[in-house]
């Protein structure tokens, strides 16, 4: 069975610093992966996804298949960045999605 | 918003009595899901639809049940509510050709 792993529940960073939230899965199939971002009172929303290969918001994320990972980057982290931040697969055939536990990410002034 | 709702978004009840969470969508898509959402875990299928009649368990589908009758409505039920099944719970349907799935807003559940 898939699963998704977010090591990091918290995580903590000065406005301007890199940030990096980790995301590590197991499939044996070929993945689809996505990162999903709540912002505090709002719905979930997709802030990407790896087969458009898109930055949004200034974050990226590359799929790296022989290390299983596609950790969420961003140089020059923002206060409006603060947020939960969820890793989602879905399997090759079907509909489903698995999530992380998500990280909560805090931007310092 | 991709006419997406829930309802009610607040809801307390007492261990024991059944609840229903209502899903709305506007936009006749095909799949909707269920997931609860607790600290340190994430996110968690609870069951989905592929269509009108059509429905299927996710991970923690035990205490619920789910019906769709019409392609706009799915509803969540849990037919005798316990303390553990506080919550959010957010429903969400399928877009678009790239899998993403939408949100709704999110039932906070509280059963005392």
């Known amino acids: 069975a898939q699963r998704v792993t977010q090591p990091e529940k918290l995580l903590s960073v000065f406005k301007g610093a890199p940030v990096e939230l980790k995301c590590n899965y197991s499939y044996s199939g070929s993945p689809e992966l996505f990162w999903y971002v709540q912002y505090s009172r709002q719905r979930l929303q997709l802030l990407l996804r790896?087969?458009s290969r898109e930055s949004i918001k200034g974050f990226t994320a590359d799929l790296n298949k022989g290390e299983t990972s596609f950790h969420l980057k961003k140089p020059f982290a923002q206060e409006e960045d603060s947020a939960m931040y969820y890793c989602?697969?879905?399997?090759?055939?079907?509909?489903?999605?698995?999530f992380g536990e998500g990280t909560q990410l805090t931007v310092n002034p | 918003d991709a006419g997406i709702t829930q309802s009610p978004r607040h809801k307390v009840t007492e261990t024991g009595t059944p609840v229903t969470l209502r899903c709305h969508q506007t936009?006749?898509?095909?799949?909707m899901y269920w997931y609860r959402q607790d600290p340190g875990h994430g996110l968690r299928l609870i069951h989905y639809?592929?269509?009108?009649?059509?429905?299927d368990k996710g991970e923690v589908s035990d205490g619920y049940s789910v019906s769709r009758s019409k392609t706009e409505d799915f509803l969540l039920t849990l037919e005798s509510a316990t303390s553990s099944q506080t919550s959010v719970y957010f429903c969400?349907?399928?877009?678009?050709?790239?899998?993403?799935?939408?949100f709704g807003p999110g039932t906070r559940l509280t059963v005392l």
């Open positions: 989602a697969l879905k399997e090759t055939s079907g509909s489903r999605l698995t």
């Open positions: 639809s592929y269509g009108v009649k059509d429905t």
């Open positions: 790896h087969i």
């Open positions: 936009e006749n898509h095909r799949y």
């Open positions: 969400a349907i399928r877009v678009g050709g790239d899998n993403e799935q939408f």
